[in-house]
Antibody, heavy 120, light 106 residues
């Protein structure tokens, strides 16, 4: 059974940092691109970042470039999102999501989400 | 960036109705179009990928079509559990943008 379990969400002050983790199991982790998608309270879905299976390529939405870093440890089947210089507009539930195929194919498994609140 | 425009943003319907949700891309995305269903407070669920490929376990009343810039999600006969929110997403190029969502209401 595929499982994705996020952790690391918290209340953080503007300008602060946070690292999210997503522990994966039940599939060949290194064979799939992984993504972070967020959803601000009462709003729609926003794709944040993607990393391909071997970690060699990463992609970001413009609003987080230079502040967020996606990474993965295939030996630990874990995905990360390092978030620095956090802003109020980063407040959201953050989901990790697995690509159906190697990449660019839709996300067939999602974690339960972890809440990041940026506020003073 | 590719913009995804969904319509309508909300839709009132009844059990048994046939409904269609439209998603338009700002440029051609070939068939790199995915549809998700989201229940309140839950993670999204992939219904259809590659514009028309129904995911395993998804009821056959759901169908997708389109290519290039114009896509549709059709629900042939609405069931009570279908009155939630639906999103399209392009997976053609980074950033992999979502539509703004369509909320189905009774």
């Amino acid at each position: 059974e595929v499982q994705l379990l996020e952790s690391g969400g918290a209340l953080v002050q503007p300008g602060g940092s946070l690292r999210l983790s997503c522990a994966a199991s039940g599939f060949s982790f290194s064979s799939h691109a992984m993504n972070w998608v967020r959803q601000a309270p009462g709003k729609g879905l926003e794709w944040v970042s993607m990393i391909i299976g071997n970690g060699g390529n990463t992609y970001y939405t413009d609003s987080v470039k230079g502040r967020f870093t996606i990474s993965r440890d295939n030996s630990k089947n874990t995905l990360y999102l390092q978030m620095n210089s956090l802003r109020a507009e980063d407040t959201a539930v953050y989901y990790c999501a697995k690509d159906l195929l190697s990449s660019n194919s839709g996300y067939n498994y999602w974690g339960q989400g972890t809440l990041v609140t940026v506020s003073s | 960036d590719i913009q995804m425009t969904q319509s309508p943003s909300s839709l009132s319907a009844s059990v048994g109705d046939r409904v269609t949700i439209t998603c338009r891309a700002s440029q051609s995305i070939r068939n790199y179009l995915n549809w998700y269903q989201q229940n309140p407070g839950k993670a999204p669920k992939l219904l259809i990928n590659a514009a028309s490929s129904l995911q395993s376990g998804v009821p056959s009343r759901f169908s997708g079509s389109g290519s290039g810039t114009d896509f549709t999600l059709t629900i042939s006969s609405l069931q009570p559990e279908d009155f939630v929110t639906y999103y399209c997403q392009q997976s053609y190029s980074n950033p992999y943008t979502f539509g703004q969502g369509t909320k189905l209401e009774i």
